[in-house]
């Protein structure tokens, strides 16, 4: 059998190098909890330089190129290292200092495996050497050998409450300070939906559901675009299903508000192409990241995330569209889509807590969300396609219900019946056609809340003009009547 890899991340160690470089507190953080033979040697200058920043420590100098290339100098190792022009290569690479703890735990966590391999290694040539004797003690021996070690890999500390406080008043302080005290989080572009989930929160997985067609990638790009206007923070968006291009021609259609499919076909009068090429001035100057790998595997999401974070510290948010068309490694083995869907939410909601911003997800419902639909017009978390631990996963969720979806019919209102915010919905749709406006194949288009860790449960409709893949909301009046009924 061929011999595998020694374990190591290179990119995690330089991370953790440059970070100490860069940052005073990574450095501090760093230093106390790592050693040198916790560096795989699959770059000898890593350890070496980490010896050297040791040393700094010891000696309570600063380290940065100058004073590491100085140490280096006196070890005698700076040809070795190939300082200073490595150390400036690691300072440059360094990644956002706030994420240090987290690549030295990749580093710390392949420092173990090593040792657990090699105890391995230790194991089998003592049995293969014929020196057991007594097989339960040997068993016993050499899981508590094992266990010992793997006890080393990283589960976290624990935090005291005074740390926790500080921290909780300091954001607590920042609130305060918003012009918007309804919005905690990432702006979703629709006030209503602000009120009730305070924007995408930090550290959560929020998933957006609904039938295929329904309008959810439509909803996602207007709500990525609002996330990147406003914030004036880059977003990032994986669409497994649709090319960028794809994504950027909707885009053109809702901010120019010309149909998606004249776009398409290129049926563009002059006025068109002055709209189009003002919209394309404006989406260009979005922050706005797409990468439209098909059917893509969760590690590869998590990898390229983890890498535009590191280019772009201030990376506010992270769409997925959509979760059911996510793969997972075929080295993972997991045969049962139900266990790589729970895979995959868990490590979408644990890149969630390490970046420190809000995914969003788009899913599927299942079949049976017709039938609900068809008796109350309300889908539920138990309509969740293919695995309940989207539920148990998700932070938030929200699903999209559209009547013209399952009854393309307008509703016919019996005299003397009350109106419902449905129909006055309609009728505000109805009003911009009697206007002379284009209202786009209009559609109404409710969000109900089924699941809100950070915020309330709730419901609040949107205008979507499928046409331009525009949504928007409706007049005030009626979203209080919605709240009334």
């Given amino acids: 059998m061929a011999k595998l890899p020694i374990p190591g991340n290179l990119e995690a160690e330089k991370a953790v190098l440059g970070s100490i470089i860069s940052n005073q507190q ?38 940065d190129p100058m004073t590491l290339h100085g140490q280096l100098v006196t070890m005698q190792l700076a040809e070795t290292v190939g300082s200073p022009e490595y150390l400036l290569e690691l300072a440059d690479a360094s990644l956002n200092p706030a994420n240090v703890e987290f690549y030295v735990s990749i580093v710390r966590d392949n420092a173990v495996l090593r040792d657990f391999l090699k105890e391995i290694d230790k194991i089998e040539n003592e049995y293969v050497s014929g020196k057991v004797e007594d097989i339960s003690a040997f068993l016993m021996g050499a899981t508590e050998l094992l266990a010992k070690i793997a006890s080393r890999r990283s589960v976290g500390n624990f935090r005291s409450a005074y740390e926790v406080s500080k921290e909780v008043s300091l954001q607590l302080s920042q609130y305060r300070n918003y012009s918007n005290r309804r919005l905690t989080g990432v702006d979703t ?74 776009i398409q076909l290129g049926r563009l009068n002059e006025e068109d192409n002055r709209k189009v090429l003002s919209a394309l001035k404006n989406i260009a ?14 590690s590869d999401i998590v990898a390229k995330a983890q890498k535009l974070k590191s280019s772009h510290p201030d990376l506010c948010a992270i769409f997925v569209d959509h979760l059911n068309i996510i793969q997972t490694s075929a080295t993972q083995k997991i045969d049962s889509r139900p266990l790589q869907l729970a895979y995959i939410t868990s490590t979408l909601k644990e890149l969630a807590r390490n970046l420190h911003l809000p995914v969003i997800a788009l899913a599927q419902l ?31 969720v929200i699903m999209m219900y559209r009547p013209d979806y399952y009854d393309p019919k307008p509703t016919t209102k019996q005299p003397g019946a009350p109106s419902t915010f449905q129909e006055k919905a309609e009728a505000q749709v109805a009003e911009v056609k009697a206007h002379g406006k284009d209202a786009g194949d209009s559609s109404v288009v409710t ?4 699941k809100a860790r950070n915020g309330r449960l ?27 009924m």
Avoid at 32 to 61: H, I, T, W, Y
Avoid at 447 to 450: F, H, S, T, V, Y
């Fill in 26 to 63: 990574a450095a501090n953080m760093a230093m106390s909890s790592m050693s040198e033979d916790m560096f795989s040697g699959l770059d000898p200058r890593n350890p070496l330089v980490f010896r050297a920043m040791r040393m700094l420590v010891e000696s309570k100098q600063p380290i």
């Fill in 189 to 262: 572009g629709f006030q209503r939906l602000n009120d009730l989930t305070h924007g995408w929160q930090n550290d959560s997985l929020n998933i957006i559901a609904a039938r295929p067609s329904v309008g959810k990638t439509a909803l996602a790009i207007n709500m990525i675009y609002s996330a990147a206007t406003r914030t004036k923070k880059p977003v990032a968006f994986f669409s497994g299903e649709q090319s960028a291009r794809e994504m950027v021609q909707r885009l053109i259609a809702a901010e120019a508000i010309i149909s998606y499919e004249d």
């Fill in 285 to 298: 100057q979005a922050q706005i990241y797409f990468d439209d790998t098909p059917n893509p595997q969760v």
């Fill in 366 to 396: 299942n079949r049976d969300a017709d039938k609900a639909a068809a008796e109350n017009g309300a889908p539920t978390l138990a309509n969740l396609k293919e695995s309940s631990a989207i539920e148990q996963d998700a932070d938030l």
């Fill in 447 to 450: 969000l109900k809340i089924r």
């Fill in 458 to 484: 709730g419901d609040t409709t949107l205008h979507f003009e499928k046409a331009y893949m525009r949504f928007s909301e409706f007049s005030n009046d009626a979203q209080q009547e919605l709240e009334e």
